[in-house]
C-alpha cells in the first residue's frame, strides 16, 4: 500500500522543476516525515506559500484531479484567499495521482497549478481507501512548510464552507491562537458499520473494537495548526484505517488531545442545509453541493447577508 518514493517533482512560482531527491539538502522536518513510510513525494508542490508570512487560517481542500469546475468554485467563493481584509488565509487543494491519467490531463493539472498556486500532489493512489493518507500527508505539508499559520481547516471539495462566519465567530483572529484545540461536527459514540454493503464498512480485522474514539467528521474540521505535526508524529504508532476522520481521531487520542463540540451557534453540518440567506450566513458547513450550486448560493448570500438580523432568523434545516 505504501510504495517506495522514486522521484520529487515541484511546482515552483514561474516553470516547473524536475529534480532527483537530494535528502541531504532537505531541512530537518521534512528529512524526519520523509522517513514515515505513508509521507509520499510530491509531484506538485507549493513550498514558498507561506515565506511572505504566517496565514491566520489554512483550507486543506481534498479532491480528484477531475474536479476542476469545483476547485475553481472554490477559488471564487469560500476558498478566497482575500476574503477578510487584514486576515490571511491560504487555500491548498490535496491530489494524488492516478497511472492510467493521460500525458493531456497531467498537463493541464500542471497548467492549473501553474496559474493558482493552491495544488499539492504526491505519489500515492488517490483512491477513496487512501483518504487517510491524503489528509496524513498534508498535515506533513503544513508542518513542514507552514508551521507557524494559526489554525487549519480540513473539508471536502462538495462542501459550502461559511469561512467568514468561521473565522470571526469561532476563531476570533483578535484574540490569541488557542492551543491543542480541535473541534467540528463531534462524534461521540461512534462504532465500527459491520455491514458490509455500507460506504464506510469496517472489518473486524481492521478494527477489532466496539468503539471509535471522540472524533469529528471528515466533512469538516478546525484545529489549531501545532497539532498537524504532533499527529504526524505520532501516526506511526497509530492502528491505521482507511477512515480518515476515525485515524485522526486515533491519533488525537494517543496525543492526549480531546476534541471538542463547536460553541453553540456555530454549526458543522454534515448533510446539505437548506438555504436561506441569513442561514447561510451563520453556519460552517453544509455537505453535497455541487460546483454550480456553491457559486450561486455564495453570490446570493454576499448579496443578503448584512440584511440578516442573527436574533430575528430561525436556525437553517437539513434535508
Not at 475553481?72 to 488565509?89: C, F, H, M, S, Y
Request: charged share 25%; glycine share 6%; with cysteine.
Amino acid at each position: 500500500m505504501f510504495p517506495l518514493m522514486i522521484r520529487n517533482f515541484q511546482i515552483g512560482k514561474s516553470e516547473t522543476v524536475l529534480e532527483e531527491p537530494k535528502p541531504a539538502l532537505r531541512n530537518k522536518s521534512i528529512e524526519k516525515h520523509q522517513r514515515l513510510p505513508y509521507i509520499y513525494d510530491y509531484t506538485i508542490n507549493e513550498p514558498d506559500k507561506c515565506k511572505d508570512g504566517a496565514p491566520f487560517l489554512i483550507l486543506l481542500i481534498t479532491a480528484e484531479r477531475w474536479q476542476k469546475e469545483a476547485r475553481q468554485a472554490i477559488r471564487q467563493t469560500w476558498g478566497k484567499e482575500d476574503l477578510l481584509p487584514g486576515v490571511k488565509t491560504l487555500r491548498l487543494f490535496l491530489l494524488g495521482k492516478d497511472n492510467k491519467w493521460t500525458d493531456d490531463a497531467n498537463k493541464s493539472l500542471v497548467e492549473e497549478s501553474q496559474a493558482f498556486h493552491d495544488i499539492i500532489q504526491q505519489d500515492y493512489l488517490d483512491t477513496y481507501r487512501n483518504l487517510t493518507t491524503k489528509v496524513l500527508n498534508g498535515l506533513s505539508w503544513v508542518a513542514t512548510h507552514c508551521p507557524g499559520a494559526s489554525y487549519v481547516m480540513k473539508t471536502d471539495s462538495d462542501m459550502f464552507i461559511g469561512t467568514e462566519y468561521l473565522i470571526n465567530s469561532l476563531l476570533k483572529p483578535d484574540q490569541p491562537p488557542r492551543l491543542n484545540y480541535f473541534t467540528g461536527s463531534l462524534f461521540i459514540n461512534g462504532r465500527p458499520i459491520r455491514n458490509t454493503d455500507s460506504k464506510w464498512y469496517m472489518s473486524p480485522e481492521e478494527y477489532p473494537e466496539n468503539d471509535y474514539p471522540l472524533f469529528c467528521s471528515g466533512t469538516g474540521y478546525v484545529f489549531s495548526a501545532g497539532l498537524a505535526g504532533k499527529i504526524v508524529e505520532v501516526s506511526p504508532s497509530v492502528r491505521w484505517v482507511y477512515l480518515e476522520d476515525v485515524y485522526v481521531g486515533l491519533c488525537l487520542k494517543k496525543i492526549g488531545v480531546q476534541p471538542v463540540a463547536p460553541p453553540k451557534g456555530t454549526d458543522f453540518n454534515i448533510w446539505r442545509v437548506q438555504y436561506t440567506d441569513c442561514g447561510y450566513s451563520r453556519i460552517v458547513t453544509s455537505h453535497g453541493l455541487s460546483p454550480g450550486d456553491i457559486i450561486s448560493q455564495w453570490n446570493q448570500m454576499q448579496r443578503n447577508k448584512h440584511t440578516c438580523v442573527s436574533t430575528d432568523e430561525q436556525k437553517p434545516s437539513s434535508k
